[in-house]
């Protein structure tokens, strides 16, 4: 698998977001992107999730054009900025009606997904008593249940326990060995660089290896 992001720009009325953007991302790998709030790390992500249309240039998935299409790209999955599940349906409830849109998976592997992030405890508890850790990790869960090829996470240690964050770095280093492409957004550089095979500084609207 490939993503390549070519000539890629974003305004939002005059307000350049992203400017020229080239990158070349390859499965098997990790990719890191860090920057301080409101530098465009969100923006770049949606965009890759076809979310947002490019201002100029293209964003193509093993030679196809999402962003062109309007399209949400194939075998992808993505967790981009906070979680957002049904308020009065348990943890495990919710995966399960997300899992029912394509039928890929079943119990099993709902089941494996909250063992494996710590949700076990809290799988029949309703969503809207998580706590903002807890949510997170059914949003990490939602976004690996599926197996998908593409993973996209927006901040994914946000308010997780030490632990549970430990937890999420195999799990990703797991799934990269799977022949995966991996994209991190974080504010925190030390998240980044726990995990990533290659590093991307946002700023001013450049994106820019470190």
Excluded: W
């Excluded at 995966?95 to 119990?107: R, V, Y």
């Excluded at 850790?133 to 326990?161: H, R, W, Y």
């Amino acid at each position: 698998m490939k993503l390549e992001i070519k000539n890629l720009s974003k305004k939002f009325g005059e307000n350049i977001i992203l400017e020229d953007v080239n990158l070349t991302l390859n499965s098997g790998k990790i990719y890191g992107f860090v920057g301080r709030n409101g530098s465009g790390k969100s923006v770049l992500l949606k965009m890759i999730c076809g979310f947002y249309p490019p201002t100029e240039g293209s964003i193509l998935l093993d030679g196809v054009n999402y962003s062109e299409k309007n399209e949400f790209p194939v075998n992808t999955r993505a967790l981009i900025e906070k979680p957002k599940f049904l308020p009065d349906l348990t943890g495990y409830e919710n995966l399960e009606l997300l899992a029912s849109i394509q039928n890929k998976i079943g119990k099993k592997e709902i089941d494996e997904v909250m063992e494996k992030l710590n949700l076990v405890k809290e799988k029949d508890k309703k969503y809207s008593k998580y706590s903002l850790g807890t949510k997170q990790k059914l949003g990490i869960a939602q976004v690996l249940m599926e197996d998908p090829s593409l993973i996209i996470l927006d901040e994914p240690f946000n308010g997780v326990e030490n632990e549970t964050a430990s937890k999420i770095r195999k799990l990703l280093i797991e799934e990269k060995k799977k022949d995966k492409i991996i994209l991190i957004a974080s504010h925190i550089k030390e998240d980044i660089e726990k995990l990533a095979d290659v590093t991307y500084e946002v700023d001013g609207g450049k994106v820019k290896q470190l």
